[in-house]
């Protein structure tokens, strides 16, 4: 340990005992100490996240703070724990495609819920416990699909990174609505108009080749739960085939 209580080596949370053998019963817990930084994250973002302003939270002081939860880091794994105990797991039905899609409908409301969290979705915060239930539940999902292990592995991940892309997408937007002087629907027709006679120019003849061929998507993105679905479902075909 380094003088200030610390640890000097690479330590998982996890490993770590919350109370000694001897000794009283910890006046916090680390749930206790999760549910603070989660409020603080939903409410004014993941900066806004301190050992400080936890510790103030629970009613502890910052250095006291250090007794449970060594590093900021280890905060943030116990932040993210936390969260991905929202999943609601039920047995799976069989079809991999439906339960992976409503997996990752799952997982598209918990980020929304907590805009923070594809900020700290790492593959060092992955294996957690409530992650590793995730992890598994997956794979048993994923058992009728004919594919190594591995690759079923990969394709949780694919899965993850695409609903990350599409909920992070969907918060820039709706940040950028907030400033706007006018609303999002006249700035999508003003943009649509533009485009449009870009694309007539006939300077882009594969783009508005490309762009004719989509599936019919309302312009202004008013069914995004449609091309959510219609994203993870094509990901899942191209694994499945």
């Known amino acids: 340990m380094t003088p200030s209580g610390r640890p000097a080596e690479p330590?998982?949370?996890?490993?770590?005992?919350?109370?000694?053998?001897?000794?009283?019963?910890?006046?916090?817990?680390?749930?206790?100490?999760?549910?603070?930084?989660?409020r603080?994250?939903?409410?004014?973002?993941?900066?806004?996240?301190?050992?400080?302003?936890?510790?103030?939270?629970?009613?502890?002081g910052t250095m006291s703070l250090y007794n449970y939860v060594p590093r900021k880091e280890d905060l943030h794994e116990l932040m993210v724990d936390a969260?991905?105990?929202?999943y609601e797991l039920t047995p799976p039905t069989g079809d991999w495609r439906a339960d992976m899609?409503?997996?990752?409908?799952?997982?598209?409301?918990?980020?929304?819920?907590?805009?923070?969290?594809?900020?700290?979705l790492t593959p060092v915060y992955g294996f957690s416990p409530h992650a590793l239930r995730y992890l598994e539940y997956s794979l048993a999902c994923l058992e009728p699909l004919d594919?190594?292990?591995?690759?079923?592995?990969?394709?949780?991940a694919a899965v993850n990174g695409t609903v990350a892309t599409y909920v992070g997408g969907e918060l820039a937007?709706?940040?950028?609505?907030?400033?706007?002087?006018?609303?999002?629907a006249d700035e999508q027709r003003v943009r649509a108009a533009w485009l449009g006679s870009r694309l007539?120019?006939?300077?882009?003849p594969?783009?508005?080749?490309?762009?004719?061929?989509?599936?019919?998507?309302?312009?202004?993105?008013?069914?995004?739960?449609?091309?959510?679905?219609?994203?993870?479902?094509?990901?899942?075909?191209?694994?499945?085939?």
């Open 11 to 38: 330590e998982v949370i996890w490993a770590r005992p919350q109370r000694a053998g001897r000794g009283p019963r910890p006046a916090h817990s680390r749930e206790s100490i999760a549910a603070e930084a989660v």
């Open 40 to 60: 603080i994250a939903d409410a004014e973002g993941i900066e806004a996240v301190s050992m400080r302003r936890v510790a103030a939270g629970i009613g502890a």
């Open 83 to 86: 969260v991905s105990g929202e």
């Open 101 to 120: 899609l409503a997996l990752a409908r799952q997982t598209r409301d918990l980020m929304r819920r907590h805009p923070w969290l594809p900020r700290l």
């Open 147 to 156: 594919a190594p292990d591995g690759r079923k592995l990969e394709l949780v």
């Open 173 to 184: 937007l709706a940040e950028r609505a907030r400033a706007l002087p006018w609303s999002e």
């Open 200 to 204: 007539a120019s006939g300077d882009y």
């Open 206 to 241: 594969r783009l508005a080749g490309a762009l004719t061929a989509l599936p019919s998507v309302p312009a202004d993105l008013d069914a995004p739960d449609e091309l959510f679905d219609r994203w993870i479902t094509q990901l899942l075909d191209t694994w499945g085939a």
